[in-house]
């Protein structure tokens, strides 16, 4: 009965090591996989702050300026002008205890007066 012990025992330890080898290569591997992706995060973190850094250098105002005054004839702008801006008279407030319709509140002869 002491040899079925000491069996059972031996059985045991073989397979606790067995279970703490395998569960030391697989946290090893899960270690590995996040330093790749932490990498990768880091990476696309510096790639997200040179297209940040290049949106900001194209849309500077001046540089925006000067395309629009190049490409004037083909965009068809045209300076902003006070008739352009309506009236605060010209907006129709819905009734208080109206339902909301959209089609009321937009008049089309204010989207007129407008152009």
Same mark, same amino acid.
Not at 62 to 72: K, V, Y
């Given at each position: 009965?002491?040899?079925?012990?000491?069996?059972?025992? +031996?059985?045991?330890?073989?397979?606790?090591?067995?279970?703490?080898?395998?569960?030391?290569?697989?946290?090893?591997?899960?270690?590995?996989?996040?330093?790749?992706l932490q990498r $990768?995060?880091?990476?696309?973190?510096?790639? =997200?702050?040179? #297209?940040?850094?290049?949106?900001?250098?194209?849309?500077?105002? &001046? *540089?925006?300026? !000067? =395309?629009? &005054?190049?490409?004037? !004839?083909? #965009?068809? =702008? =045209?300076?902003?002008?006070?008739?352009?801006?309506?009236? +605060? &008279?010209?907006?129709?407030?819905?009734?208080?205890?109206?339902? #909301?319709?959209?089609? &009321?509140?937009?008049?089309? $002869?204010?989207?007129?007066? #407008? *152009?």
């Open positions: 009965m002491r040899s079925f012990f000491f069996l059972l025992t +031996a059985l045991a330890v073989i397979g606790t090591a067995f279970w703490g080898y395998r569960e030391n290569y697989r946290t090893q591997t899960a270690l590995d996989h996040n330093e790749d $990768s995060i880091g990476q696309a973190r510096s790639r =997200l702050m040179v #297209l940040r850094a290049e949106w900001a250098y194209l849309n500077r105002p &001046d *540089r925006l300026r !000067d =395309l629009a &005054d190049i490409n004037f !004839d083909k #965009l068809g =702008l =045209l300076p902003l002008a006070p008739e352009q801006f309506g009236n +605060a &008279d010209q907006v129709s407030y819905p009734e208080e205890n109206a339902p #909301l319709n959209l089609s &009321d509140t937009i008049e089309v $002869s204010n989207m007129e007066a #407008l *152009r």
